[in-house]
């Protein structure tokens, strides 16, 4: 199966919502101010929405301030 994850970080939205987009520090934390937006990401032949949130987690973690928005299925 093939899905598609809008991930988003909570910590870049909070600084970008409440200060502005000049008060987030890219080169400090390595993480684009994009990510204040949800960001869509293809995770192709993936066998279980499982497979695809451990996928997300290594790439994006949690600890970092990253979330999930959503993840939706989809034929190739």
């Given at each position: 199966m093939n899905f598609t994850v809008g991930v988003f970080n909570?910590?870049?939205r909070r600084c970008v919502r409440e200060?502005?987009?000049d008060q987030w520090?890219?080169?400090g934390t390595g993480i684009s101010a994009?990510?204040?937006e949800v960001i869509y990401f293809d995770y192709?032949?993936?066998s279980s929405i499982e497979m695809v949130?451990?996928?997300v987690e290594s790439q994006f973690p949690k600890s970092k301030?990253?979330?999930i928005d959503f993840?939706?299925?989809f034929k190739d």
């Open positions: 909570i910590d870049v200060l502005d987009d520090d890219e080169q994009d990510f204040a192709p032949n993936c949130e451990q996928k301030g990253f979330r993840i939706k299925s």
